[in-house]
């Protein structure tokens, strides 16, 4: 069965803290790897990756995928109280699929 | 944000009763989707559509079926719902297959009691 699991479940950080979200994965016909930022509405789409050792950076966050021990991480540096949100890791499989993590809540206090 | 709506945003009905969800964009997409979110699963596929006509099913396919007459509209229908199915709804586009491109839907908030 293919399963993606993110760590921790939640966290509380101060303002201007750095945080490391994770997530892992073990499925069959790995595509690609995406993290979205939910805000009490939609996801909204962050980053995609594909390739081991390739950061993605966008401002404050940034990601990096290891293919090898199946696991990504999701770096927010300086976090701002906007940063307050679920984080959602997903895998794409071949044949059109997502298979998300149950996501990591996020709460940057002022 | 992308052109996807969906209707309703809120739905209460009982249990044994047909339920059907719409979602509408207005991108011209290729590909649509329904999942559900539930706490402690994160999002899941119930099911999928490539085209006018063509869907599939994903992972948890019991109990719904789809339609996609058109387009911009994909019908989610829960032929008798069940409390189980009590979740927020979403659905999502995107132009191809490469999942970088899918956009999601406000979310339908269904409570079967």
């Known amino acids: 069965e293919d399963k993606v699991v993110q760590s921790p479940l939640s966290l509380v950080v101060h303002e201007g803290d750095t945080v490391t979200l994770n997530c892992s994965y073990e499925?069959?016909?790995?595509?690609?790897l995406l993290w979205y930022k939910q805000e009490k509405k939609a996801p909204t789409f962050l980053f995609m990756l594909?390739?081991?050792?390739i950061e993605k950076k966008s401002g404050r966050l940034s990601s990096i995928l290891d293919k090898k021990e199946l696991f990504s991480i999701l770096n927010i540096t300086a976090t701002q109280t906007g940063d307050s949100a679920v984080y959602l890791c997903?895998?794409?499989?071949?044949?059109?699929?997502?298979?998300f993590g149950a996501g990591t809540i996020l709460r940057v206090k002022s | 944000d992308a052109g996807i709506t969906q209707s309703p945003r809120h739905k209460v009905t009982e249990t044994g009763t047909p339920v059907t969800l719409r979602c509408h964009q207005t991108?011209?997409?290729?590909?649509m989707y329904w999942y559900r979110q539930d706490p402690g699963h994160g999002l899941r596929l119930i099911h999928y559509?490539?085209?006018?006509?063509?869907?599939d099913k994903g992972e948890v396919s019991d109990g719904y079926s789809v339609s996609r007459s058109k387009t911009e509209d994909f019908l989610l229908t829960l032929e008798s719902a069940t409390s189980s199915q009590t979740s927020v709804y979403f659905c999502?586009?995107?132009?191809?297959?490469?999942?970088?491109?899918?956009?999601f839907g406000p979310g339908t908030r269904l409570l079967v009691l």
């Open positions: 499925v069959t016909n790995f595509r690609s």
């Open positions: 991108e011209n997409h290729r590909y």
């Open positions: 999502a586009i995107s132009e191809s297959n490469i999942k970088e491109t899918q956009y």
């Open positions: 997903a895998v794409e499989l071949y044949g059109n699929k997502l298979v």
């Open positions: 559509s490539y085209g006018v006509k063509d869907t």
């Open positions: 594909t390739s081991s050792g």
